[in-house]
């Protein structure tokens, strides 16, 4: 089963693409956490992808659709897979469908989480992540049991650079200029589902879970 997570930044999209993804075992996909990693290494991608996510802009389709064509068709992603943060604009939606469909396979469902503008500017001002296990708190909704302390591996938690006011603006002009169009794409596939991303983390999970149970003809 290939599914797609869609949300505005803050949306909670990376929080619930994992449990969705655990829950039914399928691999988890994030693009912005293997963006992440490539910034790690010394080399000139690793150079210029930071540019691009410091900034808070996309980046080029070429090499982010290049990235996730090759991690789809391996062995770990052959059951299905969940994609956090990936297609992000039209064009990258039509190479997915393409590669899928290279490989024999679809999008089954896109699930679009919504969150209105004030929630997202307050979710995304107090965000912390793990370096070591990458799993997200939030100072005030999700805080960790000690301060700076991941709850679930004990790595120590930092602010994204692209969490500033002004990268967090420009993440948010992008997002509707170039994602929100993707919710009339998977809309006129007749393969959208929307969930209302407000309330607890649980609460969210359970709607999202009796949604894709009522709408995906195969057992979920
Ligand atoms: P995220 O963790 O999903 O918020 O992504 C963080 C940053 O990684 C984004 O602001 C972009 O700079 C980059 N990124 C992640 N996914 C994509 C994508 N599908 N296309 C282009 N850039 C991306």
């Known amino acids: 089963m290939y599914i797609v997570f869609?949300?505005?930044?803050?949306?909670?999209?990376?929080?619930?693409?994992?449990?969705?993804?655990?829950?039914?075992?399928?691999?988890?996909?994030?693009t912005g956490d293997l963006f992440r990693e490539v910034q790690q290494k010394d080399t000139e991608l690793a150079r210029l992808v930071k540019t691009y996510m410091e900034d808070g802009?996309?980046?080029?389709?070429?090499?982010?659709?290049?990235?996730v064509s090759e991690r789809i068709s391996g062995p770990e992603c052959q059951s299905g897979v969940i994609l956090d943060g990936f297609p992000r604009n039209v064009r990258q939606a039509e190479a997915l469908d393409k590669a899928l469909a290279e490989l024999g396979k679809a999008v089954d469902k896109a699930v679009y989480i919504k969150?209105?503008?004030?929630?997202?500017?307050?979710?995304?001002?107090?965000?912390?992540?793990?370096?070591?296990?990458?799993?997200?708190?939030?100072?005030?909704?999700?805080?960790?049991?000690?301060?700076?302390?991941?709850?679930?591996?004990?790595?120590?938690?930092?602010?994204?650079?692209?969490?500033?006011?002004?990268?967090?603006?420009?993440?948010?002009?992008?997002?509707?200029?170039?994602?929100?169009?993707?919710i009339d794409y998977y809309e006129r596939s007749g393969k959208l589902i929307e969930v209302n991303g407000e309330g607890s983390i649980e609460s969210v999970e359970r709607r999202i879970m009796g949604a894709l149970s009522r709408t995906v003809t195969r057992p979920v």
């Open 115 to 182: 969150v209105s503008d004030r929630d997202l500017l307050a979710r995304l001002g107090g965000r912390w992540i793990c370096r070591k296990c990458q799993a997200p708190y939030h100072a005030i909704t999700a805080p960790p049991k000690s301060p700076g302390k991941c709850d679930r591996c004990g790595g120590e938690l930092f602010q994204r650079a692209d969490d500033t006011p002004e990268t967090v603006k420009r993440r948010l002009d992008v997002y509707f200029t170039e994602t929100a169009p993707l």
């Open 57 to 67: 802009k996309l980046v080029p389709d070429e090499i982010t659709i290049r990235m």
């Open 6 to 30: 869609l949300g505005a930044p803050g949306a909670g999209k990376g929080t619930q693409a994992a449990l969705v993804a655990r829950t039914l075992k399928l691999a988890h996909l994030a």
